[in-house]
């Protein structure tokens, strides 16, 4: 009896202290637990050259080609580089995002590489103290690199971009044929367009409105071509859009809303879940259009069996809208890239690692067969094999300028506060809910 | 059982009065037994503490430091700003709304789901052919991973989807809705998956207790004359009435909590329009990366988890937990 008790108190005891471990060594991430490489200490193997170093690479390639892609580039780079160990992380993006990256620049042992897409939100990151001022080390090339701006904070290098987006419309070419109507130049053709189709049995344009970002991207489209650029800039700076264009801007959506272009439904469609989301309508061919980025087409592959999709997939810019103030050939949009966290050595290996990624051989894999995106080297533009992002890439080059997505141009919580203000105005559009998009960054 | 037997085993205010009554006798009194009460209590009740101090009352305190700062996630927490964030929480419509949200949701649990989960539980616990598969499929649902759940009825949910068409086989289609795109009707449909998901527990729970009522108490009320309406309503309810208060306590605290059906049926949208306390609290904290803000609502959620706790269980369920959990009253 007393030694089964004996017994009892020891298992207790150990699966405490076990539990206690656990507890303890919580903070990390597991990509991080190998502490001495992610400390750039020297590896045995290594002694008698440089000193080895091994970065942690978070990125959210879960899926091919990216995947694949990625793990090539981390073959030739390291056959380049002997004294540099890239490991890497593919993580789920919300998570990756919304959670895995706040939480790790948080701690104390953040990836070496780390995923983002620059603008206000990498400036928030910047103020960690975690983040690594690259400036001088990519100094020699970042003149080359396309849309390298967006990935700076307080004039200084943070990242660096891989690939650049652009957001316009993704329509079925089959179902414009079949109903006999020609890609709209202008917002009025647009509606006349969506008239015809809607009388032809179709949604015409899909929107996945339950996500609250593709509802921004209609307002903020509106907002490029109602608003002088400066007006825009200035908006995002000062975290405040009262400028009267963009009231302007709010009524133009409302005036088009009112049109009923969208699905049955739209408020509870999700973007990109699933054959029910706005990407899968049009990828099935209920719908026949849907502004969205150029990550459309490859998410539509994921949600439909249609194999023809690729060809019947067009692409036009958002519409003009003659005689407003703004811009009527700037686009929006953004790109993915990478920052740097660590000691100076791990800075340096990480921005040696970029530039590799943005070799014009690496970047013509990026943009190639399957991927997305337009490539940051401007020559690796045929690389893109999809006709529809050909188109993209093509109208990207005239655009007047681009402008990054308003959320990620502001800090997280202004960019948030705006989207949903937007998603609330798309619900019930009124004085009351443009007031509060005008207002909304601003908000507590 | 002889005087130091009774003494080793530590019987109560019998064994200690006639060690008190012995006067000059009295021998020092061997500890052995308290310090193996206080040893095994220790064994027993550490690893159990330290995980509620370490994953409960830590982090509460941890929250409630952090709902003090402005504080994005990033850097020190430097920006000291007192109790604004219980202020801004409090003067924001969209907050007062998922209140108001949260509180109906609660509501239209114990007052829909409480008379439907004892109304089947009475049916499920007659003897009839069949019985068993039933109890198991009214159960199913709750088995189910709540995320599952979501998924589940947001495709049968959609425009012209299983539902809409279920709806009109049976001539009803007049009364299909868009029942998660309409502002005005989404909160009906979120309760409805709700009571999909949760009723089964309710009537598994109340099964349970209506089995542990004494058949011969309703026998005796029959032999008497009772109906079986007067049988069940002066009997059974009566005697189901402790569970019938543990159940509600729990759906109470669980509907206050709501999150992850929610969640993945509309992400509280649109429009807020199906927002509780938690995919508020959700939104602020994780996607607009305003933790000190969304501490602040944490703390607010488990103040009105506690207070309610608290209320229950002084007025409710202290009946049924006297002497248990509670000092033995008079």
Known sequence: MRSSRALAAIALAAATATAAAACSSGGGSSSNSSTPAATGSSSPSSAAAAPSVTLTWWNNATNQPLLGVYQNAIKGFEAQHS????????????????TKIPLALEGNNPPNIYQQWGGGVLGQQVTSGKVDNITADVASW?????GAAGWQANGQQYGVPIDLHVVGFWYRKDIFKHVGITVPTTLTQLESDDTKLRAAGYAPIAVGSKDRWPDAFWWEYFALRDCPQSTVVSAIKSESFSASCFATASTALAAFLKTNPFQTGFLGTSSQQGAGSSAGMVASGKAAMELQGDWDPSVMEGVSTNKNLSSELGWFPFPQTPGSAGSQTAVLGGGDGFSCTGTP???????????????PSVQAQIVGPGASGEPVVTSESSAITLPATQTAAAYFKTAAYEELYFDTALPTKPGQNLDTAIANYFSNPNSSTAAAIANSPSTP | MSRSTALNAG???????????AGPLRRPQWRGPKLRKKTELTILLAPGLILFVGFVLIPIGIAAYYSLFNWSGYGPLNDYIGFKNYSYAFKDPAFIQSIEHTLYLTVASVAIQGPLAIAIALLLNRKFFGRTFLRTVV???????????????SLILQPGGFADQVFKAFGLGGLVQLWLANVHVVLFTVFAVLTWQYLGFGIVVLLAGLQGIPTELKQAAAIDGASPWQVTRRITLPLLAPTMRIWGFITVIGSLQVFDVIWILTQGGPAGSSSTIST?????????????????????????????????????????TRGALTRAVG
Request: net charge negative; hydrophobic share 50%; charged share 15%.
């Open chain 2, 139 to 153: 159960f199913a649902p709750y088995v189910l991973p709540p995320a599952v759940t979501g998924v589940m009825w």
């Open chain 1, 142 to 146: 970042i003149g080359g690199i396309s």
């Open chain 2, 280 to 320: 508020y609290m959700v939104l602020e904290g994780v996607d607009s990366t305003d933790f000190g803000f969304a501490a602040a609502i944490a703390v607010i959620l488990f103040a009105f988890c506690f207070v309610f706790a608290l209320i229950y269980q002084r007025y409710a369920l202290r009946r049924d």
């Open chain 2, 11 to 21: 019987l109560g205010p019998a064994a200690t009065e006639d060690s008190v009554a």
């Open chain 1, 345 to 359: 050595q791990q800075a340096q290996a990480c921005a040696e690692f970029l530039q590799y990624l943005d070799s």
């Open chain 1, 83 to 98: 004294n540099i160990i890239i490991k890497d992380v593919p993580i789920q993006n919300e998570l990756l995002q919304d």
